[in-house]
């Protein structure tokens, strides 16, 4: 019996640090991308606008935003909601504003493009990583993985979808567009899935969910 509860803390254990690694690698990602001048993924434009439109703080239209988010999977589908739905965040915010507080000089453009996709990347690999640990998912992965759980649609075509239709909103409620929110509708759905999949099959990982 002792021994059956110390594997399953062990299972525990790699799942919780499966979350910590990706929300880091988010978080620095999303670091990286702001960085390149370029922009990082539509839902910052979605703050901005929100925060434009209401008149309140960059910082209070992220948490309100998440808040809204966080209806559909209370109501369809609380095994999204977790201890990562509090923990991806805080690692998140806190890497982010780490590489943000890296001062970096001047870069050519090429330079930037570089930066805007390997910081994409990042986020992307990110998400698929803690998103893999089932130990609950931001509320925007929430409401994805919640969607392709009910309507059986690809992980990579509503992150895809979902990333345009922020970005719309963003947009029309003021938020500035740019290149980064862009690239990311076309990259970060696809190498999220990608990743997510290829995690996901990996005999290792079937194991942590074993009884």
């Known amino acids: 019996m002792l021994n059956t509860k ?6 525990m254990f790699i799942r919780l640090m499966m979350v910590v690694v990706g929300s880091s690698l988010m978080g620095i990602g999303v670091g990286v991308a702001v960085q390149s001048t370029l922009g990082a993924d539509p839902l910052a434009v979605l703050w ?31 095994s999204q909601i977790g201890i ?9 915010g806190y890497f982010t504003d780490l590489v943000l ?3 970096i000089a001047d870069l050519p453009f090429a330079a930037e493009i570089i930066l805007m996709l390997v910081g994409l990347l990042g986020l992307a690999v990110g998400v698929a990583i803690y998103a893999s640990a089932d130990l609950g998912r931001s509320t925007y992965d929430a409401c994805i993985f919640l969607i392709h759980k009910k309507a059986n649609i690809a992980i990579g075509k509503l992150r895809s979808a979902g990333d345009f239709l922020l970005l719309i909103f963003g947009v029309l409620m003021g938020g500035t567009i740019s290149l980064g929110p862009i690239v990311a509708i076309f990259t970060i ?21 074993e009884e």
Not at 51 to 75: K, Q, Y
Not at 189 to 209: C, D, R, Y
């Open 189 to 209: 759905g696809p190498v999220m899935q990608m990743t997510f999949q290829k995690i996901t099959s990996m005999n290792q990982v079937k194991l942590l969910f």
């Open 84 to 92: 990562g739905t509090i923990l991806s965040p805080l690692l998140v």
């Open 48 to 78: 901005e606008g929100f925060s434009d439109t209401f008149s309140i703080t960059l910082g209070t239209a992220n948490m309100v935003i998440a808040l809204l988010m966080l209806i559909p999977p209370l109501f369809f589908d609380r």
């Open 6 to 11: 110390s594997i399953c803390s062990k299972k």
């Open 101 to 103: 507080s890296v001062t």
